[in-house]
Protein backbone atom coordinates (compact mmCIF):
# COMPACT_ATOMS: atom_id res chain seq x y z
CA UNK A 1 0.00 0.00 0.00
CA UNK A 2 1.91 3.13 -1.26
CA UNK A 3 0.67 5.78 1.19
CA UNK A 4 0.54 2.99 4.14
CA UNK A 5 2.10 4.83 7.01
CA UNK A 6 3.19 3.37 10.40
CA UNK A 7 3.77 4.71 13.83
CA UNK A 8 5.64 3.37 16.47
CA UNK A 9 3.69 4.11 19.84
CA UNK A 10 6.26 4.80 22.56
CA UNK A 11 4.73 4.44 26.37
CA UNK A 12 6.32 6.18 29.21
CA UNK A 13 5.11 6.55 32.64
CA UNK A 14 1.87 4.37 31.72
CA UNK A 15 0.71 6.86 29.14
CA UNK A 16 1.16 6.93 25.23
CA UNK A 17 3.41 9.81 24.44
CA UNK A 18 2.38 13.07 23.11
CA UNK A 19 4.93 12.59 20.26
CA UNK A 20 3.35 9.24 19.37
CA UNK A 21 -0.08 11.30 19.14
CA UNK A 22 1.85 14.27 16.83
CA UNK A 23 3.40 11.67 14.62
CA UNK A 24 -0.01 10.02 14.12
CA UNK A 25 -1.79 12.50 13.49
CA UNK A 26 0.42 13.54 10.63
CA UNK A 27 0.63 10.25 8.90
CA UNK A 28 -3.24 10.06 8.76
CA UNK A 29 -3.30 13.25 7.42
CA UNK A 30 -0.68 11.86 4.59
CA UNK A 31 -1.91 8.21 4.15
CA UNK A 32 -3.31 5.82 6.16
CA UNK A 33 -2.15 5.53 9.79
CA UNK A 34 -1.07 1.90 11.56
CA UNK A 35 0.00 1.77 14.80
CA UNK A 36 2.70 -0.51 16.43
CA UNK A 37 2.07 -1.01 20.37
CA UNK A 38 4.46 -3.49 22.00
CA UNK A 39 4.83 -4.36 25.68
CA UNK A 40 2.74 -2.92 29.00
CA UNK A 41 0.58 0.03 28.04
CA UNK A 42 -2.41 1.56 29.75
CA UNK A 43 -6.30 -0.03 29.21
CA UNK A 44 -7.34 3.09 27.09
CA UNK A 45 -4.02 2.71 24.86
CA UNK A 46 -5.73 1.40 21.63
CA UNK A 47 -8.62 4.31 21.98
CA UNK A 48 -6.32 6.80 22.75
CA UNK A 49 -3.96 5.81 19.50
CA UNK A 50 -7.74 5.47 17.62
CA UNK A 51 -8.79 9.28 18.43
CA UNK A 52 -5.60 10.40 16.64
CA UNK A 53 -5.83 8.30 13.56
CA UNK A 54 -4.92 4.69 14.28
CA UNK A 55 -7.06 2.72 11.45
CA UNK A 56 -4.64 -0.55 12.82
CA UNK A 57 -2.55 -1.38 15.63
CA UNK A 58 -0.33 -4.33 15.76
CA UNK A 59 -0.60 -5.59 18.98
CA UNK A 60 1.73 -7.44 21.68
CA UNK A 61 1.12 -6.99 25.50
CA UNK A 62 4.44 -9.10 26.46
CA UNK A 63 6.15 -7.83 29.13
CA UNK A 64 9.63 -8.93 27.04
CA UNK A 65 9.39 -5.38 25.30
CA UNK A 66 9.33 -3.81 28.87
CA UNK A 67 11.90 -5.82 30.77
CA UNK A 68 14.16 -6.43 27.94
CA UNK A 69 15.58 -3.29 25.39
CA UNK A 70 15.76 -3.06 21.80
CA UNK A 71 16.70 -6.44 20.75
CA UNK A 72 12.94 -8.00 21.43
CA UNK A 73 11.12 -5.07 19.58
CA UNK A 74 13.63 -5.30 16.73
CA UNK A 75 12.89 -8.82 15.84
CA UNK A 76 9.22 -8.36 15.75
CA UNK A 77 9.02 -4.77 13.96
CA UNK A 78 11.22 -6.11 11.27
CA UNK A 79 8.82 -9.28 10.77
CA UNK A 80 5.70 -7.07 10.43
CA UNK A 81 7.55 -4.67 8.03
CA UNK A 82 8.71 -7.34 6.00
CA UNK A 83 5.37 -8.85 6.02
CA UNK A 84 3.32 -5.57 5.16
CA UNK A 85 5.60 -3.02 3.54
CA UNK A 86 4.63 0.42 5.01
CA UNK A 87 5.91 2.89 2.84
CA UNK A 88 7.42 4.74 5.98
CA UNK A 89 7.70 4.08 9.55
CA UNK A 90 7.66 7.29 12.20
CA UNK A 91 9.55 6.84 15.52
CA UNK A 92 9.68 9.60 17.65
CA UNK A 93 13.31 10.97 18.64
CA UNK A 94 13.66 9.53 21.82
CA UNK A 95 16.75 7.52 23.19
CA UNK A 96 14.16 4.24 22.59
CA UNK A 97 13.44 5.48 18.94
CA UNK A 98 17.01 5.65 17.59
CA UNK A 99 18.07 2.93 19.44
CA UNK A 100 15.48 1.15 17.27
CA UNK A 101 15.92 3.00 13.71
CA UNK A 102 19.56 1.98 14.65
CA UNK A 103 19.45 -1.17 15.18
CA UNK A 104 16.23 -1.76 12.24
CA UNK A 105 18.01 0.26 9.36
CA UNK A 106 21.34 -1.91 10.32
CA UNK A 107 19.13 -5.28 10.04
CA UNK A 108 16.61 -4.42 6.73
CA UNK A 109 19.58 -2.53 4.82
CA UNK A 110 17.97 0.66 4.54
CA UNK A 111 18.72 4.45 5.56
CA UNK A 112 16.74 6.33 8.01
CA UNK A 113 16.67 10.34 8.50
CA UNK A 114 17.23 11.49 11.65
CA UNK A 115 15.75 14.98 13.21
CA UNK A 116 12.52 15.34 11.20
CA UNK A 117 10.59 18.53 11.45
CA UNK A 118 7.82 17.12 8.29
CA UNK A 119 7.67 15.00 5.57
CA UNK A 120 5.69 14.58 2.24
CA UNK A 121 5.02 11.32 -0.15
CA UNK A 122 5.61 12.12 -3.40
CA UNK A 123 6.36 9.83 -6.13
CA UNK A 124 6.32 6.88 -4.30
CA UNK A 125 8.94 8.02 -1.80
CA UNK A 126 9.60 10.42 0.95
CA UNK A 127 10.90 13.66 1.13
CA UNK A 128 11.63 15.12 4.99
CA UNK A 129 11.91 18.18 6.06
CA UNK A 130 15.45 18.81 8.27
CA UNK A 131 15.90 22.42 10.70
CA UNK A 132 19.26 23.60 9.91
CA UNK A 133 21.65 25.56 11.79
CA UNK A 134 18.96 26.28 15.09
CA UNK A 135 15.97 25.92 12.57
CA UNK A 136 17.18 29.06 10.88
CA UNK A 137 17.15 26.80 7.01
CA UNK A 138 14.85 23.99 6.30
CA UNK A 139 16.57 21.31 4.31
CA UNK A 140 15.25 18.37 2.44
CA UNK A 141 16.59 15.20 2.24
CA UNK A 142 15.02 11.77 0.63
CA UNK A 143 16.20 8.18 0.68
CA UNK A 144 16.75 6.28 -2.29
CA UNK A 145 16.26 2.34 -3.07
CA UNK A 146 13.06 0.52 -2.19
CA UNK A 147 11.61 -0.91 0.83
CA UNK A 148 9.98 0.72 3.97
CA UNK A 149 11.43 4.67 4.80
CA UNK A 150 11.93 5.00 8.45
CA UNK A 151 12.25 8.36 10.29
CA UNK A 152 12.90 9.53 13.26
CA UNK A 153 10.31 12.85 13.94
CA UNK A 154 11.49 15.64 16.61
CA UNK A 155 8.72 16.30 19.31
CA UNK A 156 6.45 19.05 18.46
CA UNK A 157 7.15 18.92 15.12
CA UNK A 158 2.95 18.30 14.70
CA UNK A 159 0.21 19.62 16.30
CA UNK A 160 -2.15 16.04 18.03
CA UNK A 161 -5.61 16.47 16.88
CA UNK A 162 -8.42 14.06 17.24
CA UNK A 163 -8.85 12.57 14.23
CA UNK A 164 -10.96 8.95 15.44
CA UNK A 165 -10.88 6.17 12.69
CA UNK A 166 -12.38 2.80 13.00
CA UNK A 167 -10.12 0.35 14.63
CA UNK A 168 -9.20 -2.91 14.38
CA UNK A 169 -6.61 -4.84 16.19
CA UNK A 170 -3.98 -7.54 15.35
CA UNK A 171 -1.92 -9.62 17.79
CA UNK A 172 1.03 -10.50 17.07
CA UNK A 173 2.99 -12.97 18.79
CA UNK A 174 5.63 -11.96 20.75
CA UNK A 175 9.39 -12.15 20.06
CA UNK A 176 11.60 -15.33 21.62
CA UNK A 177 14.59 -16.28 22.03
CA UNK A 178 17.23 -16.09 24.73
CA UNK A 179 19.54 -14.28 22.41
CA UNK A 180 16.78 -11.42 22.27
CA UNK A 181 17.39 -10.92 26.44
CA UNK A 182 20.66 -9.83 26.57
CA UNK A 183 19.80 -6.52 27.77
CA UNK A 184 17.75 -7.00 30.45
CA UNK A 185 16.20 -3.85 32.74
CA UNK A 186 17.11 -4.33 36.35
CA UNK A 187 15.70 -1.33 37.79
CA UNK A 188 13.38 1.91 36.86
CA UNK A 189 13.82 4.94 39.06
CA UNK A 190 11.53 7.72 38.82
CA UNK A 191 12.61 11.48 39.41
CA UNK A 192 10.00 12.83 41.49
CA UNK A 193 9.31 15.86 39.68
CA UNK A 194 7.20 19.18 40.97
CA UNK A 195 4.69 21.96 38.73
CA UNK A 196 4.18 22.15 35.11
CA UNK A 197 6.17 19.98 32.79
CA UNK A 198 8.52 21.28 29.83
CA UNK A 199 6.97 19.38 27.58
CA UNK A 200 3.36 20.07 27.90
CA UNK A 201 4.18 23.70 29.43
CA UNK A 202 2.26 27.15 27.70
CA UNK A 203 4.49 29.14 28.92
CA UNK A 204 7.90 28.46 30.05
CA UNK A 205 10.44 30.72 31.61
CA UNK A 206 14.12 29.99 30.70
CA UNK A 207 17.40 31.13 32.00
CA UNK A 208 20.90 31.00 30.52
CA UNK A 209 25.05 31.50 31.51
CA UNK A 210 23.38 34.91 32.29
CA UNK A 211 22.02 34.28 35.01
CA UNK A 212 25.44 33.65 36.86
CA UNK A 213 24.26 30.90 39.44
CA UNK A 214 21.90 28.29 40.46
CA UNK A 215 20.46 30.43 43.02
CA UNK A 216 19.50 32.89 40.53
CA UNK A 217 16.85 30.49 39.04
CA UNK A 218 14.92 30.99 42.01
CA UNK A 219 13.19 34.34 40.48
CA UNK A 220 12.31 32.25 37.69
CA UNK A 221 10.78 29.83 39.60
CA UNK A 222 8.49 32.12 41.30
CA UNK A 223 7.82 34.37 37.38
CA UNK A 224 7.13 31.01 36.04
CA UNK A 225 4.59 29.63 38.97
CA UNK A 226 2.93 33.09 38.84
CA UNK A 227 2.47 32.77 35.22
CA UNK A 228 1.85 28.48 35.74
CA UNK A 229 4.38 27.85 33.86
CA UNK A 230 7.90 25.69 34.09
CA UNK A 231 11.24 26.69 34.33
CA UNK A 232 13.72 25.88 31.45
CA UNK A 233 17.35 25.98 30.96
CA UNK A 234 20.45 26.28 28.25
CA UNK A 235 23.14 23.80 27.87
CA UNK A 236 25.57 26.24 29.52
CA UNK A 237 23.51 26.50 32.53
CA UNK A 238 22.84 22.79 32.83
CA UNK A 239 26.90 22.19 31.99
CA UNK A 240 27.47 24.58 34.85
CA UNK A 241 26.05 22.35 37.25
CA UNK A 242 23.37 25.11 38.30
CA UNK A 243 20.06 22.88 37.31
CA UNK A 244 19.42 19.57 36.13
CA UNK A 245 19.50 18.25 32.68
CA UNK A 246 15.75 17.30 32.81
CA UNK A 247 15.39 21.24 32.19
CA UNK A 248 17.67 21.64 29.35
CA UNK A 249 16.00 23.30 25.87
CA UNK A 250 17.73 23.14 22.76
CA UNK A 251 19.28 20.35 20.75
CA UNK A 252 20.51 18.07 23.12
CA UNK A 253 18.00 18.80 25.59
CA UNK A 254 14.48 19.06 24.84
CA UNK A 255 12.30 20.36 22.05
CA UNK A 256 9.42 22.97 23.45
CA UNK A 257 6.52 24.61 21.87
CA UNK A 258 4.85 27.29 24.47
CA UNK A 259 2.69 29.98 23.70
CA UNK A 260 4.92 32.09 25.32
CA UNK A 261 8.67 31.67 25.97
CA UNK A 262 10.50 33.99 28.42
CA UNK A 263 13.90 33.98 27.63
CA UNK A 264 16.14 35.73 31.03
CA UNK A 265 19.99 36.48 29.87
CA UNK A 266 19.99 33.90 26.89
CA UNK A 267 22.40 34.94 24.27
CA UNK A 268 21.07 32.74 21.27
CA UNK A 269 23.07 30.39 20.75
CA UNK A 270 22.18 27.94 17.21
CA UNK A 271 21.94 24.74 19.97
CA UNK A 272 19.44 26.15 22.21
CA UNK A 273 17.35 27.68 19.44
CA UNK A 274 16.88 24.59 17.44
CA UNK A 275 14.93 23.38 20.72
CA UNK A 276 12.02 26.75 21.16
CA UNK A 277 12.31 28.75 17.72
CA UNK A 278 9.05 27.72 16.98
CA UNK A 279 7.14 29.31 20.26
CA UNK A 280 4.25 31.45 19.29
CA UNK A 281 5.25 34.38 21.31
CA UNK A 282 9.39 34.75 22.47
CA UNK A 283 9.76 37.32 25.08
CA UNK A 284 13.99 37.98 25.58
CA UNK A 285 15.19 40.08 28.37
CA UNK A 286 18.68 40.75 27.73
CA UNK A 287 21.43 43.95 28.58
CA UNK A 288 23.25 43.42 25.46
CA UNK A 289 20.98 44.74 22.96
CA UNK A 290 23.00 43.13 20.23
CA UNK A 291 22.04 39.75 21.40
CA UNK A 292 21.30 37.34 18.84
CA UNK A 293 17.68 35.98 20.64
CA UNK A 294 16.35 39.94 19.88
CA UNK A 295 16.18 38.85 16.52
CA UNK A 296 14.05 35.62 16.89
CA UNK A 297 11.85 37.39 19.45
CA UNK A 298 8.35 39.40 19.18
CA UNK A 299 9.09 41.68 21.99
CA UNK A 300 12.48 42.08 23.44
CA UNK A 301 13.63 44.23 26.82
CA UNK A 302 16.88 45.26 26.76
CA UNK A 303 17.72 45.72 30.17
CA UNK A 304 19.57 43.78 33.32
CA UNK A 305 17.60 40.68 34.35
CA UNK A 306 18.11 41.05 37.74
CA UNK A 307 16.08 44.36 37.51
CA UNK A 308 13.49 43.83 35.41
CA UNK A 309 12.72 40.14 36.48
CA UNK A 310 11.78 41.32 40.07
CA UNK A 311 10.26 43.88 38.42
CA UNK A 312 7.92 41.58 36.24
CA UNK A 313 6.80 39.47 38.99
CA UNK A 314 6.15 42.60 41.41
CA UNK A 315 3.87 43.87 38.44
CA UNK A 316 2.10 40.79 38.08
CA UNK A 317 1.32 40.65 41.91
CA UNK A 318 -0.01 43.67 41.96
CA UNK A 319 -2.22 42.64 39.06
CA UNK A 320 -2.98 39.52 40.94
CA UNK A 321 -3.72 41.18 44.33
CA UNK A 322 -0.72 39.51 46.06
Known amino acids: MADLIWVYAEVVDEKITPTTLEMLSKASEAGTAEAVLLGPAPDDAAATLANHGAAKIYRSADP ?84 TR ?63 GEENFAMLKELA ?41 ISGAVQHLSGMKTSKTIISINKDAEAPMFQFSDFGVVGDVFKVVPQLIEEIKKRKGK
Open 225 to 265: DLLGGAVGATRAAVDAGWVPYAMQIGQTGKTVKPDIYIACA
Open 150 to 212: LLLVRPKSFEPKANEKPLSVEEVPAAAGEALRKVHVKERVTVKREGPQLEGAKTIVSGGRGLK
Open 64 to 147: IYRDYLTLPAVETIAGLIQKHNPAVMLFASSYGGRDLVAALSARLDCGAITDVGDFVLKDGSVEATIPALGASYQNTSTLIGGG
